[in-house]
């Protein structure tokens, strides 16, 4: 009693499947453990600035830029159990995630950048300092480099919206 060809693929892909949840799980372990470590160095630059690695301006950005990743993860970790539980990569939900991920990484470009900037204006006008300057690297990335990263993840997304259509065509004639 063995599986028909059509029922051995969702196994194969559950088997996959699970192999990659694996490590999305641990992406965003390791991602949560940067998120704290951020939290930390903010702490420090603001307890101790002079010994701290980042100025506090930097660290804000860093937290900002490691909560997103964080979001990042959590959605693939989403979508990896979803094509775990339903043997299909090609929904609606996994279409509007994709989608999701693509406006959290274009954020990834400016968001930071935005934090530190607020930060800098409020402690400028804190101790009545009236200018600020944050480069346009930040953290040694260009600024253009996620919001290209967006829009290739924002054209998969597309792909995979197409591909959801095929697959409920697939399906009602099934």
Same mark, same amino acid.
């Given at each position: 009693?063995?599986?028909?060809?059509? *029922?051995?693929?969702?196994?194969?892909?559950?088997?996959?499947?699970?192999?990659?949840?694996?490590? /999305? +799980?641990?992406? #965003?372990?390791? $991602?949560?453990?940067?998120?704290? +470590?951020?939290?930390?160095?903010? #702490?420090?630059?603001?307890?101790?600035?002079?010994?701290?690695?980042?100025?506090?301006? &930097?660290?804000?950005?860093?937290?900002?830029? $490691?909560?997103?990743?964080?979001?990042?993860?959590?959605?693939?970790?989403?979508?990896?159990?979803?094509?775990?539980?339903?043997?299909?990569?090609? $929904?609606?939900? /996994?279409?509007?995630?994709?989608?999701?991920?693509?406006? +959290?990484?274009? +954020? %990834?470009?400016?968001?930071?950048?935005?934090?530190?900037?607020?930060?800098?204006?409020?402690?400028?006008?804190?101790?009545?300092?009236?200018?600020?300057?944050?480069?346009?690297?930040?953290?040694?990335?260009?600024?253009?480099?996620? #919001?290209?990263?967006?829009?290739?993840?924002?054209?998969?997304?597309?792909?995979?919206?197409?591909?959801? %259509?095929? *697959? *409920? &065509? #697939? &399906?009602?004639?099934?």
């Amino acid at each position: 009693m063995g599986f028909s060809k059509n *029922q051995a693929l969702p196994l194969r892909l559950r088997m996959r499947s699970e192999g990659d949840r694996g490590f /999305t +799980l641990i992406s #965003v372990g390791i $991602t949560a453990l940067a998120l704290a +470590l951020a939290i930390g160095g903010l #702490v420090r630059s603001l307890a101790d600035p002079d010994s701290a690695p980042l100025s506090f301006y &930097d660290a804000i950005g860093s937290v900002v830029a $490691t909560g997103l990743m964080l979001a990042i993860a959590v959605i693939l970790a989403l979508i990896m159990w979803d094509i775990y539980k339903d043997g299909k990569p090609f $929904t609606m939900k /996994t279409v509007w995630r994709l989608r999701a991920i693509a406006v +959290l990484t274009m +954020l %990834e470009s400016v968001a930071p950048w935005c934090a530190a900037a607020i930060a800098a204006m409020i402690a400028g006008s804190f101790a009545d300092h009236g200018s600020f300057s944050i480069d346009i690297n930040f953290l040694g990335i260009p600024l253009f480099v996620p #919001v290209f990263f967006g829009f290739f993840i924002a054209a998969i997304s597309e792909f995979f919206y197409y591909g959801c %259509e095929l *697959q *409920q &065509d #697939v &399906d009602s004639i099934a």
